[in-house]
């Protein structure tokens, strides 16, 4: 007796031990700040098997060659020539070098191990006066090389047909997205691009971020073409934005789906509006609204019911109405378009880099007309104790990600959707040791993980920007977003990889968060002991 019980202590000390050693397996965070358990603690599990692990750039941030075999100038040519707008007047003239270079490119891709790469052609290379009339054979050969060199290392193309580029032809002749006979030459363009590439390219993305070319382009003026028309003109262009999606989403359905087998969808950019105060529903109306004027404006006549959010339709009419205006800002769909434009999307591509807090909006603002000047009116801000990047408007808050994954889910009945962008910027100085990145995208990819998981949320790929360092719009090269550092200063952009790039290489590897096997063994050994621990105590009975 005396024996056994002797074993029978032995042996729950020993448990007791490893037990307490088993339960020092803590919770893992990422960042200081975020560090509530059950929200920030890392998450170990796997992404399904068919997720589709991207990366991602744009024409004119990364190809150069701006006049070269034929390429007609974009207003992007024209801005940054102007001088005045952009940092340092820096200009994507020779960017990446990536018009030379796209073979190196290719082989850092299928070093990373990526499966897909999305990138956007740049529509006066390939029609260099924006018409149908005027295609140019060098620029199609160009994306045909560059097609081909990625399926050759087996990777997909995801191709975005309008990354902000527009032919400046269609600017001068009738002023570009402020008139709808642009809805005519986009799909003329597209169409064209369906007919050449759409053999190989299977995912395509008509629009990358129409809210930004809306705001920054015609409200603020910050991006090109530089207009600062705040109130009527953004809503114009946003309309003709749709339309034009609408039309170039039908010609595929109509003309090319059956025989191609491909998908076509936008991707929209938002950051996600936190309530502040959960328990505070005036704060959950402020997110609501906020998420509306961002994703909504676009997200919901395409993928909801062909029209505006209720809540941009009635707060635009009403705020107009209060400025004296005699209709609303925000121009209307006939019936015959909600039909045409509803469900013109075959997934949801998602561009996403920040949070927000906000709070209820206080009274109307009929001062001054526009989105930000009155429409918007939900005071929002980033926290001074989040981390903060290498841009103003970008500081790392990875639950947003979890967030408004699952906002997108429930808003677009459970829609397939595609991170088309995630990423972070660090200051311009040569550093391959970049953790401030390799933490973002840790945190990042591991909160979509959670959102499909734990959530639910029907994710189906996640794409980090960017393969390279580029040309950063308005902050030219002075915030850098790449994996890959490229150096301007040398006329050859030598380029080299950096430890953004190792991290997203294994976490591609391993489709996901594998738990490390130290902790793992002490809770095998835990239940190897519990088996032992049950025997003794029968035997001893
Ligand atoms: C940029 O261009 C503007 C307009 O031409 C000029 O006034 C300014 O001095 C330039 N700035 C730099 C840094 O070259
Ligand atoms: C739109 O462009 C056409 C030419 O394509 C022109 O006739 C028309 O006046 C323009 N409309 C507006 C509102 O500028
Ligand atoms: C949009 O599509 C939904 C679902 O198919 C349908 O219920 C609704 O009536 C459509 N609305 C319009 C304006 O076509
Ligand atoms: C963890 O697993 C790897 C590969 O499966 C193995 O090489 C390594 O020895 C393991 N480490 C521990 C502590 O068990």
């Known amino acids: 007796m005396a024996c056994k ?101 290719i082989a850092l891709m299928a070093n990373l191990g990526l499966k897909n790469y999305r990138f956007s052609i740049a529509w006066s290379r390939v029609l260099p006066t924006g018409k149908i009339d005027s295609v140019n054979e060098d620029g199609i050969a160009y994306y045909n090389n560059v097609i081909d060199e990625l399926l050759d290392n087996g990777i997909d193309p ?110 929209l950019n938002s950051d996600w509006s936190e309530p502040h105060d959960r328990k505070n529903y005036k704060h959950i109306f402020a997110s609501e609204r906020a998420m509306q004027f961002s994703l909504g404006w676009f997200g919901h006549p395409i993928y909801k019911n062909g029209d505006y959010p209720e809540i941009m339709k009635t707060k635009i009419a009403e705020i107009s109405a209060g400025q004296g205006l005699p209709q609303s800002r925000l121009p209307e769909f006939t019936e015959e378009e909600k039909v045409f434009i509803n469900h013109t999307g075959d997934f949801f591509g998602l561009n996403h880099y920040s949070t927000n807090y906000v709070v209820n909006p206080t009274n109307e603002n009929y001062e001054l007309p526009g989105y930000w000047g009155s429409d918007v009116n939900v005071p929002s801000w980033k926290e001074e104790s989040w981390p903060q990047s290498a841009s ?109 790039a190792k991290l997203y290489a294994d976490i591609i590897a391993d489709n996901g968060f594998i738990e490390d096997n130290t902790s793992r063994s002490l809770v095998v050994e835990g239940s190897v002991l519990l088996t032992a621990f049950v025997v003794i105590i029968v035997n001893t009975l």
């Open 5 to 105: 019980m002797t074993a029978v202590a032995c042996v729950l000390t020993y448990f007791a031990l490893s037990l307490y050693f088993g339960s020092c397996y803590s919770a893992e965070y990422v960042y200081d700040v975020f560090n509530d358990e059950d929200r920030d603690a890392l998450y170990y599990d796997t992404f399904p098997d068919d997720f589709k692990w991207s990366s991602a750039t744009s024409s004119y941030q990364i190809e150069g060659a701006w006049n070269e075999d034929g390429k007609g100038p974009s207003i992007w040519d024209t801005f940054c020539h102007e001088g005045g707008h952009v940092y340092e007047n820096h200009t994507g003239d020779v960017a990446c070098d990536s018009y030379h270079k796209y073979k190196e490119d």
């Open 158 to 267: 995801m191709v975005t047909l309008y990354h902000w580029d527009l032919p400046q032809g269609l600017h001068d002749d009738y002023g570009g997205w402020m008139n709808e006979s642009i809805i005519n030459d986009f799909n003329d363009y597209a169409k064209l691009c369906f007919e050449r590439f759409g053999d190989r390219v299977k995912f395509w993305i008509t629009f990358n971020e129409p809210w930004i070319v809306a705001l920054l382009g015609y409200e603020s003026g910050v991006f090109a073409p530089g207009i600062n028309e705040p109130g009527t003109i953004p809503y114009v262009v946003g309309h003709n934005l749709i339309k034009s999606h609408a039309e170039a989403w039908h010609t595929y359905d109509d003309q090319f789906r059956s025989v191609q087998k491909g998908v076509i969808g936008i991707t």
């Open 392 to 500: 103003s408007w970008l500081k790392p808050v990875p639950w947003g990600i979890r967030q408004i994954l699952v906002w997108i889910h429930n808003e677009y009945d459970g829609i397939d959707s595609y991170v088309t962008e995630n990423g972070v910027s660090t200051h311009d100085v040569y550093d391959l040791s970049d953790e401030e990145r390799m933490k973002y995208y840790k945190s990042y990819i591991n909160e979509v993980l959670k959102a499909i998981k734990l959530d639910g949320a029907n994710c189906k790929g996640y794409t980090a920007w960017s393969l390279l360092d580029n040309f950063e719009w308005a902050a030219g090269y002075s915030e850098r977003f790449g994996m890959h550092y490229v150096d301007f200063s040398d006329d050859d952009r030598p380029r080299e990889v950096k430890d953004s």
